[in-house]
Structure formats: structure tokens, C-alpha cells
């Protein structure tokens, strides 16, 4: 069956600080790979998504950065956080979009 | 472009009470409709979903139908527990390898004894 990873759940880091998400999935082959921001006590918005390697489109401009540097492998990035980049992000896959996402488990980043 | 509207929460419900959330959308085509769900500190969870005109979705004792001739998705329950306490999230997307899942702004469900 499919599963979807996302490390780690929470993380702190100062203003300024790099960042490294990584999220995973098994058992399914050339997903389509999505990255979701959800600020606090709001919607979702998605940031990034990627139909292959390599191939990544940006939703909205902002600070963060997002690569697909194997298959199943969906990382996003910053060189240095903004307090604003505090949120909880949310991983998703997904084969035929008519079926809908499988989501992780999400990180819950504070910036302080 | 495409768009989906929800009720504003929160939604406060006695248990036992029944359940709507209402949900509409904006499409150029026929998508396909989803409900989310998202319990506290965790990620979404896909709740039911329905691919065509009047198909019906249902899971765990919600459901919901999609009606064209409305553009709308609403879901319901007839009879909340507090375990259903959550944020919902109605979404839509199109066939395709590269669609996108365009979502609602969300709505909190909160249900006491």
C-alpha cells in the first residue's frame, strides 16, 4: 500500500536560519508531489507542486524553494526564514487527481 | 479561475445533533469534489468524495451529493458525535496529471455533550 512521510513533525528555528523539509512516499511510482502551507487559523495554500523529476512550479513567490531530486523524494527549503514562513506544511501525492491527495502528517514550523 | 466557498465557522453542535456544511464551487467544466477532514494537529484526511454529477460520497456516517445545477457539495451528518470534532475542507480538482486540488477556506466543526 502507499504511504507518505513527512520529517519532521515540529521545529523551531530563528529568523535567518536555514530550513530543510523532506517527505517521502512508498509505494507508488512518478507521483505528482505537492507542498501546502496552512498559517494559523487559516486555509490551505499551496506553495509548490511537481509532476517529475527534476520539474517543479512555483505557486507563489515567496522565500522558500522546493526540489524533486528523486522520484518519490519532495523537499522544501529556505536559505533564511521569515517569522511569516511560520505555518503547518502539509506534504501531498497523488497518481490520478480524480481520486484526490494523500496527505502527510504535516510539520508545524514556529519562526521565532 | 476555479474556486470553492464554505460556510463561515466555527460550527457549534450538541451531540446528536444533524450536521450541514455547506459548500459551493466555481468551475469552468464538471470537477471532482472532495471533503477533507482535518482533526486537531494533524494532516487532512480525505473524508468522501464524488466524481460526477449526483453521485453520492459517504464515510463514517457523512455524505454528500454533488449537484450541478446548484455547483454544490454540502455536507452532512445525521447525528454528530464529539469524536467529529475537526475542520472540514471542501475541495475540487480535474482529471489530469496536473491538476491541482483547490480547496475552502475551511470549516470548524465543534460538538459538545
Known amino acids: 500500500s502507499q504511504t507518505i512521510h513527512q520529517w519532521p513533525a515540529t521545529l523551531v528555528q530563528p529568523v535567518g536560519s536555514p530550513l530543510s523539509l523532506e517527505c517521502t512516499v512508498e509505494?507508488?511510482?512518478?507521483?505528482?508531489l505537492y507542498w501546502y502551507r496552512q498559517a494559523a487559523g487559516r486555509g490551505l495554500q499551496l506553495l509548490f507542486y511537481?509532476?517529475?523529476?527534476?520539474?517543479i512550479s512555483s505557486e507563489v513567490p515567496q522565500n522558500l524553494s522546493a526540489s524533486r531530486p528523486q522520484d518519490r523524494q519532495f523537499i522544501l527549503s529556505s536559505k533564511k526564514l521569515l517569522l511569516s514562513d511560520s505555518g503547518f506544511y502539509l506534504c501531498?501525492?497523488?497518481?490520478?487527481?480524480?481520486?484526490?491527495?494523500?496527505f502527510g502528517s504535516g510539520t508545524r514550523l514556529t519562526v521565532v | 479561475g476555479d474556486s470553492v466557498t464554505q460556510m463561515e465557522g466555527p460550527v457549534t453542535l450538541s451531540e446528536e445533533a444533524f450536521l450541514t456544511i455547506n459548500c459551493t464551487y466555481t468551475?469552468?467544466?464538471?470537477?471532482?469534489l472532495f471533503w477533507y477532514v482535518q482533526y486537531p494537529g494533524e494532516g487532512l484526511q480525505l473524508l468522501l468524495k464524488?466524481?460526477?454529477?449526483?453521485d453520492k460520497g459517504s464515510n463514517k456516517g457523512f455524505e454528500a451529493t454533488y449537484r450541478k445545477e446548484t455547483t454544490s457539495f454540502h455536507l452532512e451528518k445525521g447525528s454528530v458525535q464529539v469524536s467529529d470534532s475537526a475542520v472540514y475542507f471542501c475541495?475540487?480538482?480535474?482529471?489530469?496529471?496536473?491538476?491541482?486540488?483547490?480547496f475552502g477556506t475551511g470549516t470548524r466543526l465543534q460538538v459538545t455533550l
Open positions: 475541495a475540487l480538482t480535474f482529471t489530469g496529471t496536473a491538476s491541482k486540488l483547490t
Open positions: 464524488a466524481t460526477k454529477a449526483d
Open positions: 468551475a469552468t467544466g464538471y470537477p471532482s
Open positions: 509505494g507508488t511510482s512518478n507521483p505528482n
Open positions: 501531498a501525492w497523488s497518481v490520478l487527481t480524480a481520486y484526490g491527495y494523500t
Open positions: 511537481s509532476v517529475g523529476i527534476g520539474q
